[in-house]
């Protein structure tokens, strides 16, 4: 399923992105981010729907420029302009997510938000994790993409990310990874 929704993105965008409408671009992003707010179809895999502006256009552009590695969305945005990559971000924070987090684990919920209340993820993420300026929204993302990330972060693989989450992750292990995974994919957007 991944590799044909990138083979989608690849063919959408193939002939060159500086040639291509924002609707083409949207419809190519949409195969593997989801649309008009849905969840993510792959794996590891963000929503991009309800993102602050500000996070998905910097975040653009360093997958861009090659100082953030995507390896899914290699090339796919070469040659597109700063200004269609603002236009991206703006259409994707204007989506409402319509998150679909799977069963809740009381337990697992309960030590996710002891460890988000602990570490104060609140500080930058804000109270209700909506995200802000160049903070995510991490309420109602993926758990899986969630936990994915947050172990990028702890092994020093989230390059081109801000550095400040792997040391606010430091010294936390796997099961405290997902229990923090866990609580936020539950929270509502």
């Given at each position: 399923?991944?590799?044909?929704?990138?083979?989608?993105?690849?063919?959408?965008?193939?002939?060159g992105?500086?040639?291509?409408?924002l609707?083409?671009?949207?419809?190519?992003?949409?195969?593997?981010?989801g649309?008009?707010?849905?969840?993510?179809?792959?794996?590891?895999?963000?929503t991009?729907?309800?993102?602050?502006?500000?996070?998905?256009?910097?975040?653009?552009?360093?997958?861009?420029?090659?100082?953030?590695?995507?390896?899914?969305?290699?090339?796919?945005?070469?040659?597109?302009?700063?200004?269609?990559?603002?236009?991206?971000?703006?259409?994707?924070a204007?989506?409402?997510?319509?998150?679909?987090?799977?069963?809740?684990?009381?337990?697992?919920?309960?030590?996710?938000?002891?460890?988000?209340?602990?570490?104060?993820?609140?500080?930058?993420?804000?109270?209700?994790?909506?995200?802000?300026?160049?903070?995510?929204?991490?309420?109602?993302?993926?758990?899986?993409?969630?936990?994915?990330?947050?172990?990028?972060?702890?092994?020093g693989?989230a390059?081109?990310?801000?550095?400040?989450?792997?040391?606010?992750l430091?010294?936390?292990?796997?099961?405290?990874?997902r229990a923090?995974?866990?609580?936020l994919?539950?929270l509502?957007?």
């Open positions: 399923m991944r590799r044909a929704l990138t083979l989608l993105s690849i063919a959408l965008l193939a002939g992105a500086a040639g291509q409408s609707d083409e671009r949207l419809t190519a992003c949409a195969a593997c981010h649309a008009g707010g849905a969840p993510a179809p792959l794996a590891n895999t963000p991009l729907a309800g993102q602050p502006p500000l996070f998905l256009e910097n975040s653009l552009v360093m997958i861009r420029e090659g100082l953030r590695d995507v390896p899914a969305m290699k090339g796919l945005l070469d040659g597109v302009s700063d200004a269609d990559l603002s236009a991206m971000a703006k259409h994707f204007a989506q409402t997510l319509q998150p679909q987090p799977g069963p809740r684990d009381a337990a697992l919920f309960a030590r996710g938000q002891q460890l988000a209340d602990g570490n104060r993820c609140a500080s930058c993420h804000l109270p209700s994790y909506a995200g802000r300026e160049q903070m995510p929204r991490l309420a109602g993302q993926r758990e899986d993409y969630l936990l994915h990330s947050m172990r990028q972060f702890l092994n693989q390059t081109g990310r801000d550095t400040i989450m792997a040391a606010s430091h010294g936390l292990k796997d099961e405290d990874l923090l995974a866990h609580h994919s539950q509502a957007p």
